[in-house]
């Protein structure tokens, strides 16, 4: 995963996490029930911005973090330092995680399993070192459903390539999956969510504009691996960003896709 990561761990890219967790800060602690004491493992946390956010939703909670990343660890370190938090971060592969068994009382993974070509192995490891009883929780969304109005062509080009290109080390579409896979991996109880987003111009013209710039932040760097990866044609990628760009200005613009949270227990 760290040679095929498709955002890379540029200073830019993890401000864009930071921005990233503030902009789902009711969705990430939606669900759970943490309490003061307990622990709380990300696995594949990059700049431990979600975990600040669960931190400032449930005060007290004792964090850890893993990536196998050295600059994601060190930017997380510095953050959740400037937030006045402490937490045990380690450089490590989510297959094989330094703890004992039975050491944490919640896992939270976010943006990660859609990385994975093989997720069950890391949901394995996680379901080691959780607690009896303890919470396992999952999101993720299906690039395939983020879709415009009105439509285009180059545009359809644009998301078919981002899923390709993710689909290349991981699952574009792997917020779909989530639920099962948590049945699969021996939880229980698992509940199993889906978040529609849809903004419209007019009445929700900001949080239209908001969003499409939100969607292209992420899209847009990710070009250059889109034209040498995929042999993709850049002038077509870039017509399809100039499309998204500009349904916030048209009246019928409009920008939907698909949120899944999967939460499950350890027997």
Known sequence: MSDNYVHGYSPEEQQRLVEQSERWNELIPHGLNYQAGQSVLEIGCAAGTTLGILAQQFPGIKLAGIDFNAE??????????????????????????????????????????EHLDEPL????????????????????TDYSSYQVAPRSADYDCLNQSLCQLFDLSGNAVIGREIGALLHQAGFSQVINEVYPLHFIAGTQAEELRSHVEYTLEFIEPMIPDMVEKLNADQRTLEQGVAHLRSISARENGALSHLIYKAIGIKQ
């Open 72 to 113: 994601q660890i060190n930017f997380a370190t510095q953050h959740l330092t400037e937030l006045g938090l402490s937490a045990d971060l380690r450089i490590e592969d989510a297959n094989h995680l330094s703890w004992e068994d039975e050491s944490f009382d919640h896992i939270f993974i976010m943006w990660f399993v």
């Open 121 to 140: 192995g890391v949901l394995a490891e996680a379901s080691r070192v959780l607690k009896p009883g303890g919470s396992i929780s999952l999101i993720e």
